[in-house]
């Protein structure tokens, strides 16, 4: 079956960093684009980034030039780099994966990211 397990999460100051790793198992990594989503507190889940099987990239403008979204085909993982932290980026985030106009759409069960002093 399909899994997506998040992890890197933590607490860190503002102006930080911190590398997101989601895991994935039971489909064919390398032919699905893997998406990054965020949710903070009293707010809807919004997109971070994508990365295509191929390594093409898309951002939220938000996070343009601070996040950068990689992949390892050969690990089945997908990679948040996450610089310049803001409290504003406080929020668990979350890797999806799906095929448009199907069922097929999995979720990991997230990660917490606190930026705070």
């Known amino acids: 079956q399909v899994q997506l397990v998040e992890s890197g999460g933590g607490l860190v100051q503002p102006g930080g960093s911190l590398r997101l790793s989601c895991a994935a198992s039971?489909?064919?990594?390398?032919?699905?684009?893997m998406y990054w989503y965020r949710q903070a507190p009293g707010k809807e889940r919004e997109l971070v980034a994508s990365i295509g099987g191929g390594g093409t990239t898309n951002y939220a403008d938000s996070m343009k030039g601070r996040f950068t979204i990689s992949r390892d085909n050969t690990k089945n993982t997908v990679y948040l780099q996450m610089n310049s932290l803001k409290p504003d980026d406080t929020a668990v985030y979350y890797c999806?994966?799906?095929?448009?106009?199907?069922?097929?759409?999995?979720w990991g069960q997230g990660t917490q990211v606190t930026v705070s002093s």
């Open positions: 999806n994966t799906r095929r448009p106009f199907s069922a097929f759409n999995f």
């Open positions: 039971g489909f064919t990594f390398s032919s699905y684009t």
